[in-house]
């Protein structure tokens, strides 16, 4: 088991009070695994890869814990994790084609992060090299400023730069969000090919593209409003969903092919809860068509089928 | 209803303007009455440019366009208003498009003031709730409040409902779509749907190609500000001619179908060979010597055109 997250339970503070950010989130990424994690804006995917690896104020650490290859991470202690990032878990940003420093050539950057992980560069440079070709970038770039290089090519380089230590979970924040489609797929066919080249061991892909998830990813987990909605295989969560929320939000996707005139897609009604006080009880109930009295009890998380976990009442009733 | 002819903008770049860019060369193609026409391209084919353009926030640098019988290049500063009581834009940050300082309901009060004068407050504010109503939202839970106590889509839908408020016949959406969440941007896409089925012609922005085919009859595909190919949806999705094309139908995700790995051709960071000849040069897997030349589009078969020699020009 690459990562086991139990009852992870992180906030923000403002000034009007907690916002609840995320609220017992429990899961597992085996070895080897991609995880796709998806859901609207303001879901709390973001915070829950952010609070994997950087958890910093605003944000509040409440409570849960995190183990990585068997060892506990001290994600609640800033200063404790600076030995555990980008050794053993490293992050892709959002918006990472305006990550890196713009006054410093390329090559120099990264000789510059290396060492201030007290490392040596030209020891790390044939495996930096080697992975350059693995993306296609040309040598060259490490002589580049940022600007002389396109969105796409920005994003790869700061893909290469986020593994060059062999972390073994990646999370992908929003990586192909900005592209264009041809990059967009050219990326993700990399995180894949990332994988499989031992650059990392697990992944997380965060993306709210669920298309771009059942090209790449293993399994994919679902959230809404801070709170797991659904995690199963790929093909099980497009083909059989359990959860309304994610049935919704799979019916809701235009496909190529598809026309209004022939037919007709429904989007989700209402909108999701403000965090800062957040509905008792499952937060999808005020938008569910299901709901039912049960539902203003927090629904469990449970194993319904081998590998396929649901927070519904509607489903989990029985077996609860 | 419009009618776009051989636009052309050139940006002039470089120490003291030496150098010119074309952001849009050559651009030709109409929009009936009634009808959604997407305008497909990645960032840098100069799909905004022609939605500004059209929408006379931008001057023209060579070409026509027509709406109707007003020739929009030619606009006076009092004639101005006139044009934006027909035409009316939406663009992609509804966060942006707000003055965070006021009330959203702002943007009404600025129509109201500036072209209907003359109605008075009651009679104005059933007009707004009729607009608001139009576009899906209860007038009651929106109106009165702050942008940033709305959701993208609702704010995106007041931007809408004050472009009816306009009795517009024409409307720009460009990439109106691409900030929103899955579960309300088909809402509004199902929105735009019924607005065209009142008349209203749209030029529908988007790099996304699921939504284009979604929502419209025919699409543009623009690349490095040329057309690549136009025609009727059906065509331009289900039998792509020119390679650019397929190259971008092949790398939409798609949720019933995996990637084909070999497809995909990026972008050259350092395209050559395209200041006179095909702009797809630089990518192109087929490219030849005639590529040397611009191609132009050729209607290849009914309201399908294609610019590649490859396809109008087999045997040379």
Not at chain 1, 61 to 69: A, I, N
Not at chain 2, 18 to 45: N, R
Not at chain 2, 59 to 67: E, M, N
Not at chain 2, 158 to 181: G, H, N, Q, T, Y
Request: include cysteine; charge should be negative; charged fraction near 25%.
């Amino acid at each position: 088991m690459s990562l086991k997250v139990e009852n992870l339970t992180v906030y923000y503070q403002t000034l009007r009070g907690d916002v609840q950010a995320l609220e017992d989130v429990s899961f597992e990424i085996a070895d080897g695994e991609i995880m796709g994690l998806a859901g609207e804006s303001g879901c709390g995917k973001t915070t829950l890869a952010h609070s994997l690896i950087y958890l910093s104020p605003p944000m509040k650490y409440v409570k849960g814990s995190v183990q990585l290859d068997g060892r506990n991470l001290p994600v609640e202690r800033m200063q404790d994790m600076v030995s555990f990032r980008c050794n053993d878990i490293s992050i892709i940003p959002q918006y990472a084609m305006n990550a890196l420093n713009p006054i410093r050539k390329i090559g120099k950057m990264i000789e510059e992060l290396v060492e201030a992980k007290k490392m040596d560069f030209e020891a790390i440079k044939p495996e930096l090299l080697r992975r350059l070709d693995l993306v296609k970038l040309p040598r060259e770039v490490l002589d580049m400023y940022p600007i002389e290089l396109s969105g796409g090519m920005k994003q790869r380089m700061v893909m290469v730069i986020s593994t060059i230590l062999n972390p073994s979970l990646l999370i992908a924040d929003e990586v192909t969000s900005a592209l264009d489609v041809a990059s967009q797929k050219a990326v993700a066919e990399m995180l894949v090919e990332f994988r499989d080249q031992d650059c990392t061991n697990s992944m997380i892909v965060v993306t709210h593209d669920i298309s771009i998830l059942y090209q790449i990813a293993d399994s994919i987990m679902i959230m809404y409003a801070g709170q797991l909605a659904e995690k199963a295989s790929t093909k099980t969560i497009i083909n059989s969903p359990r959860h309304p929320y994610t049935k919704m939000l799979i019916s809701s996707l235009p496909e190529i092919g598809v026309k209004y005139t022939d037919k007709r897609l429904e989007g989700i009604p209402g909108k999701p809860p403000l965090l800062l006080d957040p509905p008792i009880g499952c937060r999808f109930r005020e938008r569910c068509p299901l709901a039912f009295d049960k539902c203003e009890e927090v629904p469990p998380f449970i194993e319904i089928e081998e590998n396929h976990f649901v927070a519904c009442w509607k489903e989990t009733e029985d077996l609860a | 209803m419009l009618k776009l002819d051989k636009v052309t903008k050139t940006y002039r770049i470089g120490t003291f303007g030496s150098k010119e860019l074309h952001a849009v060369s050559d651009v030709s193609f109409d929009i009936k009455d009634g009808e959604v026409v997407s305008l497909i391209g990645e960032s840098g084919s100069g799909k905004t440019t022609i939605g500004k353009m059209v929408l006379h926030l931008t001057p023209i640098s060579s070409g026509t366009i027509l709406l109707d019988e007003t020739d929009v290049s030619a606009l006076k500063e009092d004639e101005e208003k006139e044009y934006y009581r027909t035409v009316q834009g939406v663009f992609q940050d509804p966060f942006s498009s707000y003055n965070p300082i006021f009330k959203a309901d702002r943007i009404f009060e600025i129509i109201h003031d500036i072209f209907y004068p003359d109605v008075d407050e009651e009679a104005w504010k059933e007009k707004v709730h009729k607009a608001l109503k139009d576009v899906g939202l209860n007038p009651e839970h929106v109106l009165d409040k702050f942008p940033h106590q709305l959701s993208g889509g609702q704010l995106q839908r007041f931007l809408i409902a004050r472009a009816l408020l306009l009795d517009i016949k024409f409307l720009v959406a460009d990439e109106i779509i691409s900030m929103l969440d899955a579960s309300t941007r088909i809402d509004v896409l199902n929105l735009l749907a019924e607005l065209k089925k009142k008349g209203l012609s749209i030029l529908f922005i988007t790099h996304d190609l699921s939504l284009a085919n979604y929502i419209s009859e025919r699409a543009v595909i623009l690349y490095r500000g040329c057309i690549a190919e136009m025609g009727t949806t059906e065509k331009i999705f289900n039998s792509p001619r020119h390679p650019y094309t397929q190259m971008l139908i092949a790398s939409v995700p798609r949720l019933d179908q995996k990637w084909d790995k070999a497809v995909t051709i990026e972008e050259n960071s350092d395209p050559i060979g395209y200041e006179d000849g095909c702009v797809y040069y630089g990518r192109c897997p087929l490219a030849y010597e005639k590529c040397r030349e611009r191609p132009v589009p050729v209607e290849i078969d009914t309201d399908h055109f294609v610019a590649c020699w490859k396809v109008t020009d087999p045997h040379t």
